[in-house]
Every structure is written in C-alpha cells, then in structure tokens.
C-alpha cells in the first residue's frame, strides 16, 4: 500500500475485483460492437423495408445531429452510449462515490478516520482521485478498444479516423466528470449509500431517458438541455474527427462545480452517525 497516498490506494484495492470486471467487460463489449460493424454494414441492419432510422435514434448514436445510427460513426457511437456502457460507468462511479464519505457515515466508521491526523479536504481529495482514476481507466479500456478496431479495419478507417475516436473517449470522460461532481457532493452531505446511488441513476439511466424522449417528442424538445446526454455526443466526434469542445466544458463544468459543491459541503457537516 502506498504510504504517500494511503486513503487513494486503499479505495482502489478495497475495489480491485469489481475494476478489473468492469475493465474486462468493457473491453469485451467494445470488441464486440466493432466485430458487429465490421462484420455487417450499419445500413443493412437497419435496411428492413426502406426506410431510414427515426430521428430519436441520434440518441443511441450519441449525435444530437444528422449522425445517424445507420452509419459507422452512428455504431460506434452507439457502443459508447449503449445501456450496458452507462452501466459499467454507473456502477464503477456509483460505488467509489458512495464510500468516499456516505457509507463510513452509515456504518459508523467515519469517526474512526478523522480521528486520524486526516483533514476533510484530504479525505476528499484522494477519494475523489481514486473514482477519477477508475474512470480514467474505464474510459480509456473502450477508447483504445475502438482504436484498435478502426486501425484495423480499412472499411472504417475511411470514415472514421482515429483522432475521432480518441475525441470520442475524451468526450466520455467529460460524461464521467458529470457523474462523479454531483455524486461526491451527495456523498458528502448524505448518510446512506442508497442516496449516492439514486442520484447517479437519476443522472444516468433517466438523463438518458430523458434525451431519447426530447428527440422523439417535440413538445418535450427543451427537456434535452436537462440531459448529459445532450452534451455527451461521441458518434458527433467520431464523425467529425474532433473534440465537441463547448459541449465537453458544460459536461466538465458540471463536474468541477460538484466537486466544489463537495468540499464545501463536507467542511461544514457534522459527520457524527
């Protein structure tokens, strides 16, 4: 265990097991996706009787654009949206922000840290660190897996180029910085895991919810801008070949003000269980 930045370290090993299947799993899905586009060309699998992909569909290409689903940059863009990738991040961000600071106040355990010569903001700070470090990792086991798979790909490799991809990646990081702010600042004011938990869903699984249904209702067209899904828009990057860098500051910004939101939110709380 490393001595300099015990309270980091402890939080990864403590959480090895579930990050090595979250690595492992996306990297299998990852693959998968790309063996699917390469194997069948997006326009056949949505081909049956003539018509185009509705519109609402940018939502599972990650486009809030003219990306359609039907493309390569709309697939791949799709295995960077899919359920099964909002959930692999969920859990991993659900998790490290529930025991930064909710779950030792649920079992009684906090005292016992602070006890210790540890301030708040240092208790914060490497915690935070460790969820910013599995995300990282997270994010990077699918960017690299899709790198690979357009590098070796020449029918991809036409339309999307790997910089798109690694915009891509950096854009869902952005989406992991928008989890991780409010949930930190949950974990710091609440006393149960199952508020941190809640509020990564309600940020999650129903931000993407709520973006499907503003593209597919036009009345409910303003409710997109509520939706990180909105901002997060890989098969935009994939196809453009760039970083989608006002939507990236909004997904960043949020996260940076949680994590303010946080600190101070800790330094004031009573931490007694």
Not at 207 to 214: H, L, P, R
Not at 220 to 233: D, G, K, V
């Amino acid at each position: 265990m490393n001595a300099r930045l015990p309270l980091l370290w402890l939080a990864l090993h403590r959480r090895r097991r579930m990050l090595v299947s979250l690595l492992v799993g996306m990297v299998v899905f990852e693959t998968l996706i790309v063996v699917v586009t390469n194997t069948i060309p997006p326009g056949q699998l949505f081909s049956g009787g003539g018509k185009s992909p509705p519109s609402a569909y940018r939502a599972f290409s990650g486009s809030s654009g003219d990306v359609s689903i039907a493309s390569y940059a709309g697939l791949l863009g799709a295995g960077l949206t899919h359920p099964f990738w909002i959930a692999l991040q969920l859990t991993a961000v659900g998790s490290l922000a529930a025991a930064a600071v909710a779950a030792d106040v649920e079992s009684g355990t906090i005292e016992l840290v602070m006890v210790r010569p540890v301030t708040r903001t240092r208790l914060l700070a490497e915690r935070a660190a460790a969820l910013l470090l599995a995300s990282a990792a997270l994010t990077a086991a699918a960017t690299l897996t899709v790198a690979v798979g357009v590098a070796l790909s020449p029918e991809i490799h036409a339309e999307v180029g790997i910089g798109g991809v690694f915009a891509a990646g950096l854009m869902g990081y952005g989406f992991a910085l928008c989890l991780i702010g409010p949930a930190l600042a949950v974990s710091a004011a609440g006393r149960r895991r199952a508020q941190v938990l809640g509020a990564v869903i309600a940020i999650g699984a129903v931000g993407f919810a709520v973006n499907f249904i503003a593209l597919a209702w036009e009345p409910a067209a303003p409710l997109r801008f509520i939706s990180p899904f909105h901002y997060y828009t890989p098969g935009d990057a994939l196809a453009r070949g760039a970083v989608l860098w006002p939507r990236l500051a909004v997904l960043a910004g949020v996260g940076a003000a949680g994590l303010l939101t946080a600190h101070v939110l800790l330094r004031r709380r009573d931490l007694a269980p």
